[in-house]
Protein backbone atom coordinates (compact mmCIF):
# COMPACT_ATOMS: atom_id res chain seq x y z
CA UNK A 1 0.00 0.00 0.00
CA UNK A 2 1.21 3.40 -0.71
CA UNK A 3 1.77 5.94 1.47
CA UNK A 4 3.23 8.28 -0.28
CA UNK A 5 0.46 11.33 1.51
CA UNK A 6 1.55 9.89 4.95
CA UNK A 7 -0.46 10.30 8.30
CA UNK A 8 -0.58 13.52 9.25
CA UNK A 9 2.24 15.30 11.15
CA UNK A 10 2.12 15.16 14.90
CA UNK A 11 3.89 17.31 17.72
CA UNK A 12 5.80 15.54 20.37
CA UNK A 13 9.21 15.79 22.36
CA UNK A 14 11.07 13.29 20.05
CA UNK A 15 12.98 14.73 17.72
CA UNK A 16 14.31 12.29 15.10
CA UNK A 17 18.29 11.33 14.70
CA UNK A 18 19.40 12.30 11.51
CA UNK A 19 20.50 9.81 8.98
CA UNK A 20 24.10 9.21 9.63
CA UNK A 21 23.87 9.66 13.15
CA UNK A 22 24.15 6.15 14.28
CA UNK A 23 27.66 5.47 12.67
CA UNK A 24 28.71 8.94 14.33
CA UNK A 25 27.91 7.16 17.76
CA UNK A 26 29.99 4.17 16.56
CA UNK A 27 32.93 6.06 15.08
CA UNK A 28 33.24 7.75 18.35
CA UNK A 29 32.95 4.26 20.59
CA UNK A 30 35.97 3.06 18.31
CA UNK A 31 37.74 6.03 17.57
CA UNK A 32 40.17 6.29 20.68
CA UNK A 33 40.93 2.63 20.17
CA UNK A 34 42.28 3.82 16.58
CA UNK A 35 44.00 6.42 17.97
CA UNK A 36 45.60 4.23 20.06
CA UNK A 37 47.28 1.71 17.68
CA UNK A 38 47.81 4.56 15.24
CA UNK A 39 50.13 6.01 17.69
CA UNK A 40 51.34 2.94 18.38
CA UNK A 41 52.16 1.99 14.67
CA UNK A 42 53.46 5.45 14.08
CA UNK A 43 55.84 5.69 16.94
CA UNK A 44 57.28 1.62 15.87
CA UNK A 45 56.85 2.60 12.81
CA UNK A 46 59.91 5.87 13.43
CA UNK A 47 61.62 3.56 15.15
CA UNK A 48 62.63 1.37 13.16
CA UNK A 49 63.38 4.03 10.11
CA UNK A 50 65.63 5.48 12.95
CA UNK A 51 67.57 2.46 13.80
CA UNK A 52 67.44 1.93 9.96
CA UNK A 53 69.20 5.25 9.65
CA UNK A 54 71.91 5.22 12.52
CA UNK A 55 72.14 2.03 13.56
CA UNK A 56 75.70 -0.08 12.06
CA UNK A 57 74.32 -3.21 12.66
CA UNK A 58 71.90 -2.41 9.69
CA UNK A 59 74.31 -0.72 7.26
CA UNK A 60 76.93 -3.46 7.94
CA UNK A 61 73.79 -5.82 7.12
CA UNK A 62 73.07 -3.39 4.14
CA UNK A 63 76.46 -3.63 2.70
CA UNK A 64 76.88 -7.80 3.26
CA UNK A 65 73.54 -7.86 1.36
CA UNK A 66 74.86 -5.95 -1.73
CA UNK A 67 78.18 -7.71 -2.01
CA UNK A 68 76.04 -10.75 -1.75
CA UNK A 69 73.55 -10.20 -4.79
CA UNK A 70 74.46 -6.88 -5.75
CA UNK A 71 73.63 -3.55 -5.50
CA UNK A 72 71.10 -3.08 -7.94
CA UNK A 73 69.32 -6.47 -6.70
CA UNK A 74 69.81 -5.12 -3.24
CA UNK A 75 67.94 -1.65 -3.56
CA UNK A 76 65.02 -3.31 -5.37
CA UNK A 77 65.07 -5.96 -1.81
CA UNK A 78 64.91 -2.91 0.26
CA UNK A 79 62.52 -1.14 -1.71
CA UNK A 80 60.20 -4.37 -1.25
CA UNK A 81 60.78 -5.12 2.08
CA UNK A 82 60.18 -1.51 2.46
CA UNK A 83 56.50 -1.32 1.03
CA UNK A 84 55.61 -5.05 2.80
CA UNK A 85 56.11 -3.33 5.87
CA UNK A 86 54.23 -0.02 5.21
CA UNK A 87 51.74 -2.62 3.89
CA UNK A 88 51.62 -4.32 7.12
CA UNK A 89 51.40 -1.10 8.78
CA UNK A 90 48.44 0.18 7.26
CA UNK A 91 46.70 -3.56 7.91
CA UNK A 92 47.31 -3.32 11.35
CA UNK A 93 45.50 0.82 11.99
CA UNK A 94 42.70 -0.94 9.62
CA UNK A 95 42.02 -4.07 11.42
CA UNK A 96 43.15 -4.37 14.87
CA UNK A 97 41.34 -1.20 16.37
CA UNK A 98 38.13 -2.73 16.10
CA UNK A 99 39.24 -6.42 17.03
CA UNK A 100 40.33 -4.70 20.45
CA UNK A 101 36.93 -3.22 21.25
CA UNK A 102 34.89 -5.47 24.10
CA UNK A 103 31.57 -5.95 25.61
CA UNK A 104 28.23 -4.12 24.33
CA UNK A 105 30.30 -1.96 21.96
CA UNK A 106 32.23 -4.70 20.54
CA UNK A 107 28.95 -6.91 19.64
CA UNK A 108 26.75 -3.33 18.77
CA UNK A 109 29.76 -2.26 16.25
CA UNK A 110 29.75 -5.65 14.48
CA UNK A 111 26.29 -6.26 14.00
CA UNK A 112 25.87 -1.99 12.03
CA UNK A 113 29.14 -3.57 9.99
CA UNK A 114 27.53 -6.54 8.95
CA UNK A 115 24.29 -4.89 7.97
CA UNK A 116 25.33 -2.24 6.83
CA UNK A 117 28.24 -4.18 4.93
CA UNK A 118 25.31 -6.71 3.16
CA UNK A 119 23.13 -4.01 1.72
CA UNK A 120 26.27 -1.95 0.24
CA UNK A 121 27.58 -5.21 -1.10
CA UNK A 122 24.36 -5.97 -2.92
CA UNK A 123 24.00 -2.53 -4.09
CA UNK A 124 27.84 -1.05 -4.94
CA UNK A 125 29.51 -4.66 -5.00
CA UNK A 126 32.35 -3.48 -1.92
CA UNK A 127 31.58 -2.43 1.50
CA UNK A 128 34.26 0.38 1.09
CA UNK A 129 32.68 1.28 -2.04
CA UNK A 130 29.64 3.27 0.68
CA UNK A 131 32.57 5.97 2.02
CA UNK A 132 32.48 7.29 -2.02
CA UNK A 133 28.75 7.57 -1.82
CA UNK A 134 27.79 8.13 1.61
CA UNK A 135 30.77 10.08 3.19
CA UNK A 136 29.86 13.12 3.33
CA UNK A 137 26.85 15.35 2.24
CA UNK A 138 29.11 16.47 -0.51
CA UNK A 139 30.25 12.86 -1.80
CA UNK A 140 26.11 11.42 -2.07
CA UNK A 141 25.61 14.86 -4.32
CA UNK A 142 27.47 14.08 -6.32
CA UNK A 143 27.00 10.88 -6.49
CA UNK A 144 23.59 11.42 -7.56
CA UNK A 145 24.43 13.42 -10.31
CA UNK A 146 26.68 10.89 -11.95
CA UNK A 147 24.31 7.73 -11.20
CA UNK A 148 21.75 7.00 -12.95
CA UNK A 149 18.46 5.36 -10.95
CA UNK A 150 17.96 1.74 -11.36
CA UNK A 151 16.03 -0.43 -9.39
CA UNK A 152 19.23 -1.73 -7.49
CA UNK A 153 20.02 1.44 -6.32
CA UNK A 154 17.61 2.82 -5.30
CA UNK A 155 17.61 2.11 -1.92
CA UNK A 156 21.31 3.77 -1.65
CA UNK A 157 19.83 7.16 -4.01
CA UNK A 158 17.03 6.98 -1.16
CA UNK A 159 19.26 7.36 2.15
CA UNK A 160 21.41 9.72 0.12
CA UNK A 161 18.72 11.94 -0.41
CA UNK A 162 17.65 11.57 3.47
CA UNK A 163 21.00 12.88 4.02
CA UNK A 164 20.79 15.84 1.86
CA UNK A 165 17.29 16.76 3.48
CA UNK A 166 15.91 15.95 0.15
CA UNK A 167 12.54 14.33 1.46
CA UNK A 168 10.54 14.86 -1.89
CA UNK A 169 13.28 13.12 -3.77
CA UNK A 170 13.60 10.35 -1.34
CA UNK A 171 9.60 10.07 -0.96
CA UNK A 172 9.95 9.36 -4.74
CA UNK A 173 12.66 6.58 -4.71
CA UNK A 174 10.89 4.38 -1.77
CA UNK A 175 7.79 4.40 -3.68
CA UNK A 176 9.84 3.00 -6.98
CA UNK A 177 11.47 0.29 -5.12
CA UNK A 178 11.01 -2.84 -5.99
CA UNK A 179 8.33 -5.57 -4.43
CA UNK A 180 9.54 -8.72 -6.19
CA UNK A 181 10.28 -10.78 -2.98
CA UNK A 182 9.46 -10.56 0.53
CA UNK A 183 12.98 -8.49 1.82
CA UNK A 184 12.05 -6.33 -0.92
CA UNK A 185 8.45 -5.82 0.46
CA UNK A 186 9.99 -4.96 3.58
CA UNK A 187 12.65 -2.69 2.65
CA UNK A 188 10.31 -0.62 1.07
CA UNK A 189 7.85 -0.24 4.02
CA UNK A 190 11.19 0.44 6.06
CA UNK A 191 11.88 3.02 3.64
CA UNK A 192 8.39 4.54 4.17
CA UNK A 193 8.69 4.24 7.89
CA UNK A 194 12.24 5.60 8.13
CA UNK A 195 10.56 8.57 5.97
CA UNK A 196 8.19 9.37 8.12
CA UNK A 197 10.48 9.49 11.12
CA UNK A 198 12.54 11.96 9.80
CA UNK A 199 9.46 14.02 9.18
CA UNK A 200 7.59 13.76 11.92
CA UNK A 201 5.15 11.31 11.08
CA UNK A 202 4.56 8.20 13.46
CA UNK A 203 6.60 5.51 12.82
CA UNK A 204 4.93 2.43 12.85
CA UNK A 205 7.06 -0.23 14.54
CA UNK A 206 4.41 -2.91 14.87
CA UNK A 207 3.61 -2.77 11.22
CA UNK A 208 7.80 -3.57 10.11
CA UNK A 209 7.44 -6.81 12.47
CA UNK A 210 4.41 -7.79 10.88
CA UNK A 211 6.34 -7.53 7.41
CA UNK A 212 9.45 -9.27 9.12
CA UNK A 213 7.18 -12.28 10.25
CA UNK A 214 6.28 -12.77 6.50
CA UNK A 215 9.32 -13.49 5.03
CA UNK A 216 10.51 -16.85 5.59
CA UNK A 217 12.90 -17.89 7.67
CA UNK A 218 16.64 -17.33 6.24
CA UNK A 219 19.30 -14.77 5.76
CA UNK A 220 16.93 -12.70 4.31
CA UNK A 221 14.62 -12.03 7.95
CA UNK A 222 17.69 -11.43 9.46
CA UNK A 223 18.90 -8.95 7.20
CA UNK A 224 15.16 -7.42 7.42
CA UNK A 225 15.50 -7.65 11.69
CA UNK A 226 19.07 -6.41 12.02
CA UNK A 227 18.06 -3.47 9.50
CA UNK A 228 14.99 -3.27 11.98
CA UNK A 229 17.53 -2.47 15.03
CA UNK A 230 19.73 -0.33 13.18
CA UNK A 231 16.87 1.82 12.95
CA UNK A 232 15.52 1.48 16.33
CA UNK A 233 19.14 2.16 17.80
CA UNK A 234 19.22 5.43 15.65
CA UNK A 235 15.67 6.27 17.03
CA UNK A 236 16.98 5.85 20.78
CA UNK A 237 19.80 8.44 20.07
CA UNK A 238 20.77 10.43 21.52
CA UNK A 239 19.72 9.84 25.23
CA UNK A 240 18.41 6.23 24.74
CA UNK A 241 20.06 3.21 25.02
CA UNK A 242 21.46 2.36 21.43
CA UNK A 243 22.97 -0.71 21.86
CA UNK A 244 20.57 -2.54 23.26
CA UNK A 245 18.20 -3.05 19.74
CA UNK A 246 21.42 -4.36 18.45
CA UNK A 247 22.53 -6.49 21.11
CA UNK A 248 18.67 -8.48 20.83
CA UNK A 249 19.36 -8.96 16.83
CA UNK A 250 23.46 -10.27 17.41
CA UNK A 251 22.28 -13.87 17.99
CA UNK A 252 20.75 -14.39 14.59
CA UNK A 253 23.96 -13.46 12.89
CA UNK A 254 25.72 -16.89 12.55
CA UNK A 255 29.46 -15.11 12.06
CA UNK A 256 31.84 -14.35 15.26
CA UNK A 257 32.63 -11.09 15.99
CA UNK A 258 36.11 -11.34 14.75
CA UNK A 259 35.05 -12.47 11.44
CA UNK A 260 32.56 -9.67 11.39
CA UNK A 261 34.79 -7.06 12.21
CA UNK A 262 37.45 -8.10 9.87
CA UNK A 263 35.25 -8.81 7.01
CA UNK A 264 32.58 -6.18 7.06
CA UNK A 265 34.49 -3.04 9.10
CA UNK A 266 38.71 -3.86 9.15
CA UNK A 267 38.66 -4.94 4.98
CA UNK A 268 36.93 -1.75 4.04
CA UNK A 269 39.18 0.43 6.07
CA UNK A 270 41.96 -1.06 4.56
CA UNK A 271 40.25 -0.43 0.87
CA UNK A 272 39.84 3.18 1.92
CA UNK A 273 43.29 3.43 3.40
CA UNK A 274 44.74 1.39 0.24
CA UNK A 275 43.39 4.26 -2.01
CA UNK A 276 44.33 6.92 -0.41
CA UNK A 277 47.65 6.08 1.56
CA UNK A 278 49.01 2.89 0.78
CA UNK A 279 48.83 2.92 -2.89
CA UNK A 280 50.66 6.52 -3.26
CA UNK A 281 53.13 5.41 -0.58
CA UNK A 282 54.15 2.13 -2.71
CA UNK A 283 54.46 4.19 -5.79
CA UNK A 284 56.89 6.12 -4.20
CA UNK A 285 58.89 3.94 -3.04
CA UNK A 286 59.57 2.30 -6.76
CA UNK A 287 59.96 5.83 -7.87
CA UNK A 288 63.17 5.70 -5.38
CA UNK A 289 64.11 2.36 -6.41
CA UNK A 290 64.06 3.15 -9.94
CA UNK A 291 66.03 6.73 -9.33
CA UNK A 292 68.80 5.03 -7.51
CA UNK A 293 68.98 2.18 -9.98
CA UNK A 294 68.85 3.50 -13.23
CA UNK A 295 72.28 4.74 -13.81
CA UNK A 296 73.35 1.21 -12.83
CA UNK A 297 71.05 -0.56 -15.54
CA UNK A 298 71.44 2.17 -18.62
CA UNK A 299 75.34 2.07 -18.03
Same mark, same amino acid.
Given at each position: ?? %????????? %????? #? *??????????? $??? *?????? &????? !? !???? &??? /???????????? !?????? @???????????????????? #? $????? /?? *?????????????? $????????????? &???????????? %???????????????????? $??????????????? +? #?????????????????????? @?????????????? &???? @????????????? #? !????????????????? +?????????????????????????????????? @???????????????????????
Amino acid at each position: MS %TAEGPPLVV %TDYRP #A *PIGALGQVLLK $VIT *PVQTAV &LVVTV !V !VTLF &LLL /FCLTADAFSDAV !VEVGEA @IGVVPAIWLFAIAASVLFSL #A $VAVVA /FV *PPLLLRGPNRDAVA $VHSWIGAREVRRT &LGRASRAAQVMG %TPEAARRWLEQTQPTDELRP $VRFEAFLLLGRFDEA +R #AEAEAMPERTPLESYRRLEAHA @ILDDQTGRPFDEAR &LRQA @IDAIPQGMDRTEA #A !VSLAATLARRALPDGDW +RKPLLEVRGLIPESDAVLLTRDFGLAIFEVLARR @ILVPFLVLFLLIAVVMTAPALLG
